[in-house]
C-alpha cells in the first residue's frame, strides 16, 4: 500500500472541510592545540538591564498575555497531515517524528524541548530520535540526549564551515582523520543506529558499547549515506555509545537515532548563525535518504533572525531560496505538514528586514500551503522584546531569550497547536458521522 493510502478517505473529507471553514556560530576542529599565547577575540557580554521587582513584575504580566493571547496561526489546514498521524497512534501504537530545523533559537533545545516534552506529555514517548554528532559547536544542546568528543575532529555544515554538503539532514558533520579520536552519545530507546558518511578510502573506527567493545567497522566503500544498527537492550538509565577512530584515514559523522517504537520524537536541527538558504547547499541524495528513513509527520522552519540581520538582505532573493527549502522537502516528503515558524521580535540594526522577513514568510506559506506561526506576533509585536528583557525571559543582547522565556515561548505554541488540533478532531468526527449515516 502507498503512502497516500494512509490517509484514509475519512481524513481527505476533513481536510477538505476544514480548508473551507471560515519565528554567528563557533565551531569545534581545530586541528591543532590552541595555546595560551594565542589571541582570543573578546566576547562582551550584554546584560539585561537592573530594575526594581515591580517593574519586572508588571513587565511579566505583559509577557504573560502576549502568550496567553489568541492564536496565531495561518491556514490551520495545512496541519491536517500531522493531526491526522497524531488521531492514528490511538487506534494502532506507532511512532510520529517532527524534525525542527532553525537558527540560534533552536540550537539552544530550550523551545524544542518544551515542545518535545508536552508532546510525549499527551502522545508518548518516542525518544531522542536523530540527534546531532557529539559536540559539532559551541551552544549546541540536547536536553534528553549526553554527548562529547575528542578535540580533533572538524565540524563542517556552519555559517563558517559550509563545507561540501555532505552532512546528511542534520547539516552538519563531524570528520577525523587520525587515530584515536572519540565521540559519545549517551541516551536510551528500543532501538538505536549511527549515521555516517561512506567513502572512498573512508577510515575505521571501534564501537563500545558501556565502556565494551563490540565490534570495528569500516566507512571505505562507495560515496553515498550509510548506517550502523547499534546493540540495545532494556536498562532504564540507557546507554553510552563511544566510537573511537582506528586509523588516519577519514571517517564522517552524520549523527544517531535512538528511539522508541511508539510515540513522538521532536528532533532538534538548529545550527548557531544559521539562515535557511543553508539546506538548499545540503546534498539532496545524502539528506534525502536520511529523511525518507525518518518519514517525518512535520518539518519546522524556525528561521529568519539572521536573515534579517544580514547585510545583504534582499527580500526577494530571499523569498526565492524560502520557496527552494519547501520544494526540496516537499519533493523529499510529500505528505508531511510543514510549519513556518517566523523569527522573534529583536532589537537588531534593520527592524524594517525583520518585519518583510515575517510577512515573506506569511506569503510564501499561503502560496505554498504551509502552517505558519507568528512568533513576534505572540510576544506582543514590533518592540515587545524590550518588555520581555524587562522581566527576565530575554537575554541582555534583544535577540535571544532566557530558558524560561524559550520554554514560555514552546508552551503557546503547544497550546496553539492543540487548539487548532481539538478543532481537526472536531471535524474529523462531524464527517466520520456524517459518513456512517
Not at 128 to 141: D, H, I, K
Not at 179 to 187: D, K, L
Not at 289 to 296: F, H, L, M, T, W
Not at 305 to 329: C, K, M
Request: net charge neutral; aromatic share 8%; hydrophobic share 40%.
Amino acid at each position: 500500500m502507498s503512502r497516500i493510502a494512509t490517509l484514509s478517505l475519512v481524513a481527505l473529507a476533513a481536510w477538505t472541510v476544514w480548508a473551507t471553514t471560515p519565528a554567528g556560530s563557533d565551531s569545534r576542529g581545530s586541528t591543532t592545540k590552541r595555546t595560551a599565547k594565542k589571541k582570543t577575540k573578546k566576547v562582551v557580554v550584554r546584560r539585561a538591564p537592573v530594575v526594581s521587582a515591580a517593574v519586572r513584575n508588571a513587565a511579566l504580566v505583559e509577557v504573560n498575555e502576549a502568550v496567553d493571547a489568541p492564536e496565531t496561526f495561518d491556514d490551520g489546514a495545512a496541519l491536517v497531515p500531522f493531526f491526522e498521524r497524531l488521531f492514528r497512534m490511538k487506534e494502532e501504537p506507532s511512532s510520529v517524528h517532527v524534525l525542527h530545523y532553525g537558527d540560534s533559537h533552536t540550537a539552544s533545545d530550550d523551545l524544542p524541548n518544551a515542545l518535545r516534552v508536552l508532546f510525549q506529555e499527551r502522545f508518548g514517548d518516542g525518544g531522542p530520535g536523530f540527534s546531532m554528532p557529539g559536540r559539532p559547536f559551541l551552544g549546541y544542546r540536547r536536553y534528553d540526549v549526553k554527548s562529547n568528543c575528542s578535540l580533533h575532529w572538524y565540524t563542517e555544515g556552519t555559517p563558517l564551515r559550509l563545507g561540501d554538503g555532505l552532512h546528511g539532514m542534520g547539516g552538519v558533520s563531524l570528520t577525523a582523520t587520525r587515530a584515536g579520536e572519540y565521540a559519545t552519545v549517551s541516551t536510551r530507546g528500543d532501538d538505536a543506529e549511527l549515521l555516517f558518511l561512506q567513502q572512498p578510502g573512508g577510515g575505521s573506527f571501534d564501537l563500545f558499547m558501556d565502556g565494551i567493545l563490540e565490534g570495528d567497522f569500516s566507512t571505505d566503500g562507495a560515496l553515498g549515506p550509510a548506517s550502523l544498527v547499534l546493540p540495545t537492550t532494556p536498562p532504564a538509565d540507557g546507554h553510552t555509545y563511544l566510537i573511537r577512530t582506528r586509523n588516519n584515514a577519514p571517517v564522517r559523522l552524520l549523527g544517531t537515532v535512538i528511539q522508541n517504537r511508539t510515540g513522538v520524537t521532536w528532533e532538534t536541527m538548529g545550527i548557531n548563525g544559521a539562515q535557511a538558504s543553508m539546506i538548499n547547499r545540503l546534498d539532496m541524495n545524502l539528506m534525502g535518504a536520511e529523511v525518507v528513513k525518518r518519514d517525518p509527520a512535520m518539518i519546522v522552519l524556525a528561521f529568519g533572525t539572521n536573515e534579517a540581520n544580514s547585510p545583504h538582505w534582499d527580500g526577494t532573493t530571499y523569498g526565492e531560496s524560502l520557496r527552494q527549502v519547501i520544494q526540496r522537502f516537499r519533493q523529499i516528503a510529500p505528505l508531511a505538514t510543514i510549519l513556518l515558524i517566523g523569527p522573534p521580535d529583536s532589537r537588531i540594526k534593520a527592524q524594517g528586514a525583520l518585519a518583510e522577513v515575517v510577512e515573506m514568510q506569511r506569503a510564501v506559506a499561503v502560496e505554498m500551503h504551509c502552517a505558519f506561526w507568528d512568533w513576534r506576533a505572540r510576544m506582543g509585536g514590533p518592540g515587545a522584546v524590550k518588555t520581555w528583557v524587562t522581566a527576565g525571559v530575554g537575554q541582555g543582547d534583544y535577540i535571544h531569550l532566557t530558558s524560561t522565556g524559550y520554554q514560555l515561548v514552546g508552551k503557546a505554541l503547544f497550546k496553539d497547536l492543540m487548539g487548532q488540533y481539538e478543532r481537526f478532531l472536531k471535524v474529523r468526527n462531524a464527517s466520520e458521522h456524517a459518513e456512517g449515516q
